[in-house]
């Protein structure tokens, strides 16, 4: 994402403060904190996901990095309440449906000291579509994953993500940012791989995901992919 957006923190995020405490919510394998704690060695930063399983060990985490778990679904124990500087969030797409948006955002929320800011890194997903220099070819497979980006299931709802700004308002946080960035082409087929693995897991489920997973993996050879745009949003909580 540095790559993609220039930075791992808005540069509109003071970092200079002393003690100062980043937490990363969803942190999964640890990269993004472990990338802070190198770029912030002074401050501490905690990673916090409900499995510890994609932790690293502990002989290969940075000194200034606290790895620890829990389900951001439910409040946070009292000991890191109001405690953080930055709150950095990133990819809860996947889990999240409207209906638990505003629980989760306001447990996020709590975590923040007065005047402390909000990162949230989220796919668009209205904004999926098909990339294609393949001479004008058919690319089902490819037009049925942005139909799933829109809604992967019957259930799923992501308005919540296209609404950000306005959850941050409601919770009193300012939005002092709202970027948004495209793939440049070059990540189309990297972004591409990823996601081919990520439909492994699911073979053991179901045998047609296999055959999905070869008809989209032609279509990529081919030079067909599906780009989704990011957004960034930058909030500050307010004091009082």
């Not at 980043?22 to 996901?49: C, F, K, M, R, S």
């Not at 495209?182 to 990297?190: E, H, M, S």
């Amino acid at each position: 994402m540095k790559s993609l957006a220039g930075y791992l923190l808005h540069p509109k995020i003071p970092t200079n403060q002393e003690d100062l405490r980043i937490i990363d919510l969803g942190a999964g394998t640890g990269i993004w904190a472990e990338e802070i704690a190198d770029q912030y060695p002074n401050a501490t930063i905690d990673a916090v996901d409900i499995s510890a399983d994609q932790f690293p060990p502990e002989s290969f985490r940075s000194k200034n990095t606290h790895f620890w778990t829990h389900n951001c679904f439910e409040p946070f124990p009292e000991q890191y309440l109001g405690k953080f500087d930055v709150v950095h969030a990133r990819f809860w797409l996947c889990i999240v449906n409207d209906d638990v948006a505003k629980q989760l955002f306001e447990n996020f929320v709590t975590l923040l000291k007065p005047g402390g800011y909000l990162q949230w890194v989220e796919p668009l997903p209205r904004t999926a579509h098909v990339v294609s220099r393949n001479g004008g070819a058919p690319a089902p497979a490819c037009e049925k994953l942005v139909q799933t980006w829109m809604k992967p299931t019957p259930l799923s709802s992501y308005d919540w993500v296209h609404a950000l700004p306005r959850l941050f308002q409601e919770f009193k946080v300012q939005v002092e940012v709202e970027d948004k960035f495209t793939n440049p082409d070059r990540y189309l087929p990297i972004a591409a791989q990823t996601f081919l693995l990520g439909l492994t897991e699911y073979l053991y489920k179901n045998p047609e995901v296999e055959k999905y997973q070869e008809q989209l993996a032609m279509e990529h050879a081919g030079g067909a992919f599906v780009d989704v745009a990011c957004t960034f949003v930058v909030g500050r909580k307010l004091v009082g």
